[in-house]
């Protein structure tokens, strides 16, 4: 078989799969007022911004609704579990494919916990929209939210295998993709502005916001590192030989986390009906100097939590003293591990500016010129869209190249 065939049929199966997980978050659930339901949290900045990891299921409550949420979850919560628990940490590290596939199996079990609990939370959440709320309506949504987003996670996993790029990924993807058309139709109208006009104003913003995401996303600090071997045979150093150390560690994750955080107020104050708290609140849901100044405070403090999770400077250093090399006029071992400390903690904080700028630029348009065509179309959308793009791009020429270097050798 042909590199090309094989090709065809890995983007075949990644986009039926996906097509598939789309047209299943309009199967709705039974015994809802949809209508009602829709209606009354269209405006929700909670509710908006869950929707665009799940293609709008939050708004629909079909099969599909939570999507991929519980599996992203349940690896976060697995992320922090194998750095708490050396026993965890050791079967990744330690016990190879083996291990891997243990630390698959727990993330399954725990997305499937994490299922059960948002299934439930929304049975509690939809109950004034609910025609006969009752024992046997909960146990209908509860195992038919689970099962669907069950299927989701085996799609994505499917993908990931079988398929062309991370299934995980590609299913967020899809889901923002599919809201930019609808976010559009609805924010763009004929007021100050012609739609032409509105064009003109918005393409250049919207390269600057592209060009700024690509930088986050690509920008790496290389680290040059030197070998006792290569000192041996030509007693200089390899331009080619370095440590690549990312701007952004944490990729999407802290402005996912610092935009879900900074949404909990406004869901909080259409909650209650308490003015004076209503007022105090109404603070952090505005573009106010305390608003942005939390976001920002938010982003930073979700950058280094993720890098500290991600990149662990006492295993780079033991890993690079096991390599017999070592980075120029720096001693190997404790001053090798603050030398990598001290140049992450400062790209951390640089990467975290650069998201928080891409996170304001929304905003900065909608101030002056009073246009919302990017709402749903924010930071962390297109975060999620680029830093997707580019990593599928990747792989499908890592793919050619593979499959032509294997076709050579035979």
């Not at 939050?58 to 519980?70: C, E, K, N, Q």
């Not at 059960?116 to 006969?132: D, E, H, L, M, R």
């Amino acid at each position: 078989m042909s590199i090309n065939s094989k090709l065809v049929k890995k983007i075949i199966l990644t986009l039926l799969l996906l097509i598939i997980a789309r047209l299943g978050i309009f199967i709705p659930i039974p015994g809802i007022d949809h209508d009602a339901f829709y209606n009354q949290i269209g405006n929700n900045a909670l509710v908006n911004f869950l929707n665009i990891f799940s293609g709008g299921g939050f708004s629909t409550i079909g099969l599909f609704a939570l999507g991929i949420v519980p599996y992203i979850n349940a690896s976060l919560v697995m992320q922090l579990l194998i750095k708490s628990i050396p026993t965890l940490e050791k079967i990744q590290k330690e016990e190879g494919e083996a291990g891997r596939q243990q630390i698959t199996q727990i993330t399954r079990y725990l997305s499937l916990g994490w299922a059960i609990i948002q299934s439930i939370g929304i049975c509690i959440w939809i109950k004034p929209y609910v025609f006969a709320w009752d024992i046997i309506f909960i146990l209908d949504v509860v195992i038919s939210l689970t099962t669907g987003s069950m299927i989701i996670m085996w799609f994505s996993e499917v993908i990931t295998e079988k398929g062309i790029g991370n299934g995980a990924s590609l299913l967020i993807f899809q889901n923002i993709i599919s809201g930019i058309p609808q976010n559009l139709k609805s924010s763009i109208t004929i007021n100050n502005y012609s739609i032409i006009n509105k064009g003109i104003i918005l393409l250049p913003l919207f390269i600057l916001m592209l060009i700024i995401t690509i930088l986050v996303q690509e920008g790496v600090r290389k680290i040059t590192i030197v070998s006792a071997r290569q000192l041996t045979k030509s007693n200089q150093i390899d331009p080619q030989s370095y440590l690549p150390i990312k701007l952004n560690q944490g990729g999407v994750m802290p402005i996912v986390f610092a935009s879900a955080s900074i949404a909990l107020p406004n869901y909080i104050e259409s909650s209650i009906n308490n003015i004076q708290i209503q007022k105090l609140i109404h603070y952090f849901t505005s573009n106010s100097a305390l608003y942005l100044t939390t976001y920002g405070l938010l982003i930073i403090g979700f950058s280094y939590f993720y890098s500290s999770i991600i990149l662990n400077t006492e295993d780079l250093s033991d890993n690079l003293k096991k390599l017999g090399a070592s980075i120029p006029n720096i001693r190997p071992g404790e001053d090798t591990k603050q030398y990598l400390k001290k140049i992450i903690t400062k790209l951390t904080f640089v990467g975290s500016l650069f998201l928080f700028l891409v996170a304001l630029v929304p905003s900065i348009i909608a101030q002056i010129t009073q246009i919302n065509s990017f709402k749903g179309f924010g930071a962390t959308s297109l975060l999620i869209l680029v830093g997707v793009a580019i990593d599928t791009a990747k792989q499908i020429q890592t793919y050619i190249i593979s499959e032509q270097y294997e076709s050579m050798m035979k």
